[in-house]
């Protein structure tokens, strides 16, 4: 089955992605910043990415931009918490995002978003 990188500085957020989508049969590697994200990625690419928006290193749309520009064909999940108040998760789109996620959201919804990156869903 398919890789995943996730990138999101809550434990207990990746903890769940990583419990909901290891169940599901995905392989997981986990970064907790995006420069750390972009750098366990270009040591061991994965076959996705689904990364955070708001991060303390700065931002998932830095992520998003330095991933895309070197791997066009990149599948990526943006999530966020807080479109209300920045849209950023409509910046994300702008940039080519697969998918996005809005917090809070579903065990169901994480599942059905990372299958549609697949062509699954």
């Known amino acids: 089955m398919a890789s995943i990188l996730l990138i ?3 434990e207990a957020v ?4 990583r ?14 910043t995006g420069r750390e994200g972009i750098r366990l990625f270009n040591e061991a690419p994965t076959d996705a990415v689904v ?18 520009a070197k791997h066009a064909h ?3 999940l943006a999530v966020s918490g807080t479109e209300q108040q920045d849209g950023m998760l ?8 697969d998918g996005i996620l809005l917090k809070p959201f579903g065990v169901e919804d ?4 990372v299958s549609r990156l697949f062509g699954e869903g």
């Open 51 to 68: 990364t955070d928006m708001h991060m303390p290193d700065g931002n998932g749309l830095e992520v998003i931009n330095e991933l895309r």
């Open 74 to 76: 990149l599948k990526i």
């Open 90 to 97: 409509r910046v994300a789109k702008v940039l080519g995002v």
């Open 14 to 17: 990746r903890g769940l992605f």
């Open 19 to 32: 419990t909901v989508l290891e169940q599901a049969g995905y392989t997981i590697s986990e970064a907790t």
């Open 8 to 10: 999101d500085d809550t």
């Open 110 to 113: 994480l599942l059905t978003a």
